[in-house]
Nanobody, 126 residues
Framework: QVRLMESEGGSVQAGGSLRLSCTVS????????MGWFRQVPGKEREGVAS???????RYADSVKGRFTISRDNAKNTLYLQMNSLKPEDTAMYYC????????????????????WGQGTQVTVSS
């Protein structure tokens, strides 16, 4: 059984940085498409960043230039480095894993991911 566990999020002031990690157990991630998503109450879950098995990345326009997704297959771990954080980045963040068989323009669509973490809260204050 594939299990994903996000690291603890946190609270930071605007302009600050946080790094999230997501440790996967039960299967090696090397062949997976991996992604980070976020959700605020009352809104749909949105894709933040994705990284495929070849290391190609995609980012939501709202985080380009500020967030960096990476993976360490040897550690079975996914990362999200978040810099220049803004209050609008406040959300529950989820990591996800899925089959790497879709065109890249769908990689920020949550529906293609089969496995999800429990989520971790990130709060950015102004």
């Amino acid at each position: 059984q594939v299990r994903l566990m996000e690291s603890e999020g946190g609270s930071v002031q605007a302009g600050g940085s946080l790094r999230l990690s997501c440790t996967v157990s039960g299967y090696t991630i090397s062949g997976f498409l991996m992604g980070w998503f976020r959700q605020v109450p009352g809104k749909e879950r949105e894709g933040v960043a994705s990284i495929d098995s070849d290391g190609s990345t995609r980012y939501a326009d709202s985080v380009k230039g500020r967030f960096t997704i990476s993976r360490d297959n040897a550690k079975n771990t996914l990362y999200l480095q978040m810099n220049s954080l803004k209050p609008e980045d406040t959300a529950m963040y989820y990591c996800a894993a899925g089959d790497d068989k879709y065109f890249s323009d769908r990689h920020l669509y949550p529906g293609i991911y089969a496995w999800w973490g429990q989520g971790t809260q990130v709060t950015v204050s102004s």
